[in-house]
């Protein structure tokens, strides 16, 4: 069964820092790994998504994640980090049903805090 | 765009209570999910439908139905609520192989 960690449950950044946020997963077969973004009292936004191809993807609002196979990681990462970048931020891992579609298991989330 | 919406952002319900939420997808999407969301847990996975009258059990279904009559109608069912079903319920969506979309979330107090 897949899992995924991640480690960092509060990170506190300073607007304008760089930021990487952690992720390891474990997954039998190739994994299909994502990273949404929940602000408060909102539903997920996807921000990344890794299928296949490059290992460094890039997202929406300026954040990339780099998949490394060899470190089971897929880290997200922002080179300067807005005070709007609050929020919570979820990696997942997909596995494809067999009618369709991926069943996501999602971390337990890392709740970020941009001190102005 | 994609949207997905649930019927109530914040509901308040008795123990014992039969409890129907619903999620309404616009997008012709074959497979739609529920989750629970709770602090320090994350999101895990109550049920999921890849078609219309299939249903699938995700990681927690105990205490958890779902009916699916429409393709773009997913609901779920709390038989006798309880307490410790108080919690964020988000519903999702995917085509084929692509992305879910989720919901705004539902929050559900049991008292």
């Known amino acids: 069964a897949q899992s995924v960690t991640q480690p960092d449950i509060h990170i506190t950044v300073s607007e304008g820092a760089s930021l990487e946020l952690r992720c390891n997963y474990s997954?039998?077969?190739?994994?299909?790994l994502f990273w949404y973004v929940q602000s408060p009292g909102q539903g997920l936004q996807l921000l990344l998504k890794y299928f296949s191809g490059d290992t460094l993807v890039q997202g929406i609002k300026g954040f990339e994640a780099e998949f490394k196979r060899s470190q089971s990681s897929f880290n997200l990462r922002k080179p300067s980090v807005h005070w709007s970048d609050a929020a919570e931020y979820f990696c997942?891992?997909?596995?494809?049903?067999?009618?369709?579609?991926?069943?996501?298991?999602f971390g337990t989330g890392t709740q970020l805090k941009v001190e102005l | 765009d994609v949207k997905v919406t649930q019927s109530s952002r914040y509901l308040v319900k008795r123990t014992g209570e039969k409890v129907f939420l619903e999620c309404v997808q616009d997008m012709d999407h074959e497979n739609m999910f529920w989750y629970r969301q709770d602090p320090g847990l994350g999101l895990r996975l109550i049920y999921f439908s890849y078609d219309v009258k299939m249903k699938e059990k995700g990681d927690i279904p105990e205490g958890y139905s779902v009916s699916r009559e429409k393709k773009e109608r997913f609901s779920l069912i709390l038989e006798s609520a309880s307490t410790n079903q108080t919690s964020m319920y988000l519903c999702?969506?995917?085509?084929?192989?692509?992305?879910?979309?989720f919901g705004p979330g539902t929050r559900l107090l049991v008292l």
């Open positions: 997954y039998g077969a190739t994994p299909y």
């Open positions: 997942a891992v997909g596995a494809w049903l067999t009618g369709g579609g991926n069943k996501l298991t």
């Open positions: 999702a969506s995917t085509r084929q192989q692509e992305t879910q979309y």
